[in-house]
């Protein structure tokens, strides 16, 4: 199957710094890569879908200059979570996929952010 | 307005009995259904997926039914196995183009007591 990896698996950040989590693909070409957070006992919930070389597509209500997201190989996709306020301490996940050659999302293991 | 619902949020079942986990949908135009297994503080693995075109997928224990007129599909695990413990998420997908996003529902938590 194919695999996504994201680094760092979990960080711990002072209010006001910013934090960059990377999200790679590490067997295929992935055009398109998602952005989900989960808060506890909830579903993910999708922030933004990043495809190579364009700019994010946000979901309503998610703030675009707070959440960085840059896309700029077939393997790579960064979301930066800009001046971190304890409320944006949640479970960071991507997800990769080529479409239409795969339907399916291949979802790497998560972030887990705690802002102090 | 929750376009996938998972109304169940948790199942407990009988190592070696059947477990079956429901799912509904409210948008028509969902053309492509996959199940994922998540454990805590990890991202979800996928499972089996199904077409709207098809209402059956199997694929070893785990089998999908698809029921487009009651927007409905389910997931059977059979026989079930303590491993089988996670949360299982139902999650939708919109007719192509240039989004392929998912709609999860929020996940039902399965238990299987050995």
């Known amino acids: 199957g194919a695999v996504v990896s994201q680094h760092p698996s979990w960080v711990i950040c002072k209010s006001g710094t910013s934090v960059k989590i990377e999200c790679r693909s590490l067997?295929?070409?992935?055009?398109?890569m998602f952005w989900y957070r989960q808060f506890p006992k909830q579903s993910l919930m999708l922030m933004a879908t990043?495809?190579?070389?364009?700019?994010?597509?946000?979901e309503q209500g998610v703030e675009k200059d707070k959440f960085l997201i840059n896309h700029a190989s077939l393997t790579l996709s960064t979301l930066t979570v800009t001046s971190a306020h304890p409320e944006d301490s949640s479970f960071y996940i991507c997800?990769?996929?080529?479409?239409?050659?795969?339907?399916?999302?291949?979802f790497g293991p998560g972030t887990r952010l705690t802002v102090l | 307005d929750q376009q996938v619902k998972q109304n169940s949020p948790s199942l407990s079942v009988q190592e070696g009995r059947i477990s079956i986990l429901n799912c509904d949908y409210t948008n028509s135009m969902f053309d492509y259904f996959l199940w994922y297994k998540k454990y805590p503080a990890e991202g979800p693995t996928f499972l089996i997926s199904i077409s709207s075109i098809k209402d059956k997928n199997e694929d070893g224990r785990f089998t999908v039914f698809l029921n487009k007129s009651a927007k409905h599909l389910s997931l059977h695990i059979v026989p079930s196995q303590p491993g089988d413990s996670a949360v299982y998420f139902c999650a939708a997908r919109g007719l192509g183009g240039s989004n392929y996003k998912l709609t999860f529902g929020k996940g039902t938590l399965l238990t299987v007591n050995p």
């Open positions: 997800s990769a996929t080529d479409p239409p050659a795969r339907n399916e999302q291949f």
């Open positions: 990043s495809n190579e070389g364009s700019k994010a597509t946000y």
């Open positions: 067997d295929f070409q992935a055009t398109t």
